[in-house]
């Protein structure tokens, strides 16, 4: 080998090297917040690259506060974990990190972000507790009331233990170490799309059978063979001009209907669409002594002049 080429070997050797020289010379302290790639994991612990001269190490204690956490399953080789400095050498050279300390300090910020941007995420049901459920955020224990879990309130919590729901952040008070979960919203967006999806296969114009659920002031709320529900407005019940829904109808009834729109993912029905068209009827007058006349023009209309 020339020279040269030892020369070059040596620069090559020593640029990959410059790094790790470089973090060799930092002082590392007690409270310090690294970020290191995971080489190793076992049952009990996790073991860092840090670019620096010790490995750092975490055990499964102060890896997360979930009781539900699994160490083999959510932490593999290649994964950068950030973790607070809680000793300097644990007597064997190595540097003691627990991403516990360093995810109270920094969960909280992305939680107070996630809640800004609306952000929907998974949550596993970890615990069911008085009048909701308890589940881990970024390794923080956050509450969701029974009024939130779903579309609907829900009566038996028993149920849901155990299951793994998409929730948004509603209320984050680190200084309280208050954090609220609600499904709420993200499940009732998902039934709203779906009924929009159901609505726009309705074809306007189709008559179609319903049953009359509530009557207000303003129409009446039919559901339809297909389960969906329409309005019924009241200028849309008779030809008549009636002033109360429950002139004509009663809930419980079953009436025809036509399908006059779907705009919006809102059905609008109408009754006075499918009457048939009737001819005026000649107004009788009836006297006492039985005799049936008619009005005036009648009389006039076929008498030549």
Not at 128 to 154: D, H, M, Q, T
Not at 192 to 221: H, I, P, S, W
Not at 267 to 292: C, H, R, T
């Amino acid at each position: 080998m020339t020279m040269s080429e030892e020369l070059k070997n040596r620069e090559e050797t020593m640029a990959d090297y410059e790094a790790e020289l470089e973090a060799s010379f930092k002082k590392v302290k007690e409270g310090d917040i690294l970020t290191g790639t995971v080489i190793s994991v076992d049952d009990e612990q996790v073991i860092l690259d840090l670019k620096y001269y010790a490995e750092g190490i975490i055990s499964k204690d102060d890896l997360s506060s979930d009781p539900d956490f699994q160490l083999k399953e959510e932490i593999h080789p290649g994964d950068e974990i950030t973790a607070t400095v809680i000793k300097t050498d644990d007597g064997e050279g190595n540097i003691v990190l627990s991403r516990k300390e360093a995810n109270d300090v920094l969960a909280w910020d992305k939680l107070k972000k996630m809640m800004e941007e609306r952000t929907v995420v998974k949550v596993k049901i970890a615990e069911i507790v008085k009048s909701g459920a308890v589940a881990f955020l970024e390794g923080i224990r956050g509450f969701i009331p029974a009024s939130k879990l779903a579309a609907e309130y829900v009566e038996n919590l028993d149920e849901w233990a155990g299951k793994t729901l998409e929730v948004t952040v509603i209320t984050v008070d680190e200084e309280a170490k208050r954090l609220v979960l609600s499904g709420r919203e993200v499940a009732r967006e998902k039934l709203a799309q779906e009924n929009r999806k159901r609505v726009a296969k309705c074809q306007v114009g189709a008559v179609v059978e319903g049953t009359v659920e509530t009557l207000k002031d303003y129409g009446a709320f039919v559901t339809l063979e297909n389960g969906l529900t329409g309005l019924l407005h009241i200028s849309q019940i008779s030809s008549q001009r009636i002033k109360h829904p429950g002139v004509v109808l009663k809930e419980g009834q079953t009436i025809q209907v036509k399908i006059l729109s779907t705009d919006n993912g809102k059905i609008s029905l109408s009754m006075k669409a499918i009457e048939p068209d009737e001819e005026p009827e000649e107004v009788f007058d009836y006297q006492e002594n039985g005799a049936a006349t008619t009005g005036l023009g009648a009389l006039l209309k076929d008498l030549k002049l």
